[in-house]
């Protein structure tokens, strides 16, 4: 039967054209060396090499199995070098799950950064609902995710890592009575239209927001719940109630934030399956939680791409 062996003896007689010099060059005996061509001749029902005692020379069907010998051999060793990348986390693929806004300050220069240090793994990237996130996870269509905590979702085993407790505040009109405060109280809300995003959107975020309205013992009113928190902002900016959000939205134009006191705030975290081992998604989370470590989530950008710490956030 033919292997890879076979293959190789014979590229390095037909380039030598000589068994000897090929056996030296090989490391074996010339006799092992004569054995496997006339192996691979039987084989392949055809005659590859010409000999005599004075010459070595390739027949036409030895031209041709020369040519394809050396692609074969190319081929398989550049999968070979794949191989062993994937392994190190250097080539692969990076399947990751992400709730939007929670994480729009840090994600892109994270990936950057990543890219940097991996260049030949390949992004996969699914925005989604927090629920639809774990349920992905779950079931090994994302590697790993940046997402809300959900309820039921202790049984599906996964392991998480809380990235931040993100505390909740209202966004206002800078000529709103609360923009001049430094923070208000659940209870100020009271009797106040309120914005909330979708409990299907965001579960964790609307439950938290009604929490702390029933903590402070008051009946909110939620005069829109929209899907997106962008909406959220569009009706602040038009005078249609106050948005309740958390702190890593950043309001834009003529909005303010100010936080709620007592603090209440919903976990960023990020989210893989316990028995998850592809180096990629190791590599990913990694580098995620030495930029926790040292800071740089939530941070203002630096010159270099990445993030520098801002000052009060943890």
């Known amino acids: 039967m033919m292997d890879l062996r076979h293959l190789r003896y014979f590229q390095a007689v ?8 090929a056996a030296r060059r090989l490391r074996v005996a010339q006799p092992a060396l004569s054995r496997a061509v006339m192996e691979l001749e039987a084989s392949l029902g055809a005659q590859v090499l010409e000999r005599s005692r004075h010459h070595v020379r390739l027949t036409p069907a030895g031209v041709v199995l020369l040519r394809e010998t050396a692609v074969l051999l190319d081929r398989l060793e550049e999968g070979l070098q794949r191989v062993r990348r994937t392994a190190s986390g250097d080539e692969g693929e990076l399947r990751l799950g992400y709730v939007g806004p929670p994480t729009r300050q840090f994600l ?13 793994v390949s992004l996969h990237l699914e925005e989604r609902t927090p629920e639809r996130v774990w349920e992905m996870v779950s079931k090994r269509r994302l590697a790993v995710a940046l997402t809300r905590p959900v309820s039921g979702t202790s049984f599906l ?22 923009a001049r405060r430094r ?40 005069a829109h719940t929209p899907s997106l928190i962008g909406t959220v902002m569009l009706y602040v900016e038009a005078g249609a109630g106050l948005g309740v959000v958390t702190d890593s939205v950043v309001p834009k134009g003529g909005l303010a934030f100010v936080p709620l006191t007592p603090r209440r705030a ?47 956030v943890t």
């Open 108 to 120: 892109g220069a994270l990936l950057r950064e990543y890219r940097r240090r991996h260049p030949r």
């Open 183 to 222: 923070s208000i109280p659940w209870r100020a809300l009271e009797n106040e239209a309120l914005v909330v995003l979708a409990r299907r959107e965001g579960m964790g975020l609307h439950d938290a927001v009604l929490a702390g309205c029933r903590d402070a013992g008051i009946t909110p009113r939620l």
């Open 266 to 312: 919903v976990p960023l975290v990020v989210v893989w399956h316990q028995d998850e081992e592809d180096p990629a998604s190791r590599h990913f989370r990694e580098l995620l939680l030495e930029w926790k470590a040292r800071g740089m989530l939530w941070g203002r950008p630096m010159a270099d791409g990445g993030l520098a710490p801002r000052s009060g």
């Open 157 to 178: 085993g996964l392991e998480t890592v809380c990235l931040r407790e993100e505390g909740l505040g209202v966004v206002v009109p800078k000529e709103h009575p609360f």
């Open 14 to 21: 037909a380039e030598d054209l000589s068994f000897s010099r």
